[in-house]
């Protein structure tokens, strides 16, 4: 195949999806059309709209393909997701979304059938951020639909069916806390068996395959003058890690910021990984696993900026610092339940009385910094940290965060990260940021605030990270 000039990558975030064109030799997003990724409430449970998203995909790709023009496409998506398709093709039960809460006896069943965190280094998650809950659900709930089941397929990877007809599954869908995959061999774990869906699972290939060209009535659909090859696609957490595991040695980290706030510990090991306080092993796109930590930080930063209003401006959050740590102005976890190191912990501020909006916006971001060093701890991080999404425009929380960890912070803002990453598949070169900035420094007092901090927060089997 000849070298691509121009990609497209399909980039569907649990937020908003979007299709970006990126420019082969420089790695620029050169053109974009975005859409919010909406959740159904129809029955039978909520559930991604995936024929609007299909429907903005193909309108996308028809605007892009004389203007720009593509010659390949990648695709990227959320995990916690995977797709049932009956035997003609079509959706056996529609796409649920991993927020969706389960009956009680569902939960209590799903438990009693789930591998030891030992066998897959998955933690026990609400909803269906366990995949192999979601299965178990359907499969419980709905068995008449889910006795139509031919092929599972993991979300990115249901994308690029329909653009190549052609079935797959990928490592860092299936080992993203999904029950399923087995990180230290690289298999299937017993969870599989257990739902008995081993034959429903379409085949496991490469992020980098090339699983074919777009089909021949889709590519007239959409204008496309010459093939087009689809790649196999990645995780979106993994499709921002990606680009850092080009060229750089470890021990790094790496915290991808957008809906989750995800932290790697890139030349880590799993020995240490608690899965009470939402740690967990992903797989990389070659394969490894890689201790990892989240919580939910960007639902988190959505839901203070309903509540505070914009962020003030660093001048501002850092005048309004040295008042914060004396008062003990502190925002507790959780702001948004059912992830994160602190599980079963409801928000509460402390001493926020009389407070100015900045007071208490400075507040929220020595929070977000306090959660990621924790994450960071809880994983074994070493070596410079790496922060990419929109939490890099945050000069607050940065500052903040290199503070608490007495090293080098690297903001690299303007992108999620997720779509350079997809575009690496394809097979374009790793381009350094042009844009970084570092972090490094000391808040006076800031220790002493976190120990209070810490000392603020109980759940059950809480222990300090070491």
């Known amino acids: 195949m000849n070298e691509p000039g ?11 999806a979007k299709v970006v064109v990126l420019d082969f030799a420089t790695g620029q997003e ?4 975005r859409m919010p990724n909406r959740v159904l409430s129809d029955p039978p449970y909520p559930h991604y709209d995936t024929e609007a998203l299909w429907t903005f995909v193909l309108e996308a790709l028809t605007n892009f393909a004389q203007q720009p023009g593509f010659d ?58 366990n995949v192999g809950a979601q299965l178990h659900y359907q499969k ?80 007239e659909r959409i204008g496309l003058m010459k093939p087009a090859q689809v790649y196999c696609g990645i995780h979106d957490s993994n499709a921002s890690l990606l680009p850092h595991l080009i ?21 880590g090991d799993l020995d240490h990984l608690d899965p009470e306080r939402d740690t967990l092993a992903n797989v990389d796109a070659y394969g490894r696993a890689v201790p990892s930590s989240r919580f939910m930080g960007g639902r988190e930063f959505e839901l203070l900026t309903a509540e505070l209003g914009e962020l003030p401006l660093e001048a501002a959050a850092l005048a309004a610092m040295p008042a914060v740590i004396e008062k003990g102005v502190m925002l507790l976890p959780n702001i948004a339940a059912g992830s994160g190191p602190f599980p079963g912990c409801e928000r509460q501020w402390t001493n926020e009385g009389g407070t100015s909006t900045d007071e208490r916006w400075t507040a929220a971001c020595l929070y977000l910094a306090l959660m990621t060093e924790t994450c960071l701890h809880l994983i074994g991080a070493k070596g410079p940290v790496l922060v990419e999404g929109p939490f890099a425009s945050n000069a607050t929380y940065l500052r903040t965060l290199a503070s608490l960890l007495g090293r080098e912070v690297i903001a690299l803002p303007g992108s999620t990260g997720t779509s350079q990453g997809a575009a690496l598949l394809a097979g374009m070169p790793s381009v350094e940021a042009k844009k970084f900035a570092r972090f490094e420094g000391s808040i006076h007092h800031l220790t002493d605030y976190k120990e ?7 759940f059950p089997g809480h222990r300090e990270p070491g």
């Open 6 to 16: 121009k990609i497209a990558v399909l980039d569907i975030g649990k937020t908003n």
């Open 30 to 33: 050169i053109a974009e059309r």
């Open 72 to 129: 390949a496409i990648s695709i990227t998506t959320h995990g916690a997701a995977a797709v049932l398709l009956d035997d003609t093709g079509n959706l056996a039960l529609p796409a649920l979304d991993y927020e969706h809460q389960y009956p009680e006896e569902i939960q209590k069943a799903y438990a009693a059938l789930r591998p030891p965190f030992s066998e897959t280094f998955s933690p026990p998650l609400s909803g269906g951020l």
């Open 140 to 219: 419980t709930v709905f068995p008449e639909d889910f006795a139509r089941v031919r092929t599972i397929l993991t979300y990115p990877q249901y994308w690029a069916w329909r653009l190549t007809g052609v079935a797959a599954n990928e490592v860092t869908s299936l080992g993203c806390h999904t029950d399923l995959w087995r990180p230290r061999e690289g298999a299937y774990s017993s969870l599989v068996d257990s739902l008995g869906i081993r034959n429903f699972m379409a085949p496991v290939r490469s992020a980098f395959d090339a699983l074919g060209p777009v089909l021949s009535e889709i590519a």
């Open 247 to 267: 060229g750089r040695e470890p021990p790094f980290a790496v915290v991808s910021t957008g809906t989750w706030v995800v932290s790697f510990a890139v030349g």
């Open 452 to 458: 209070s901090w810490r000392r603020h927060i109980s």
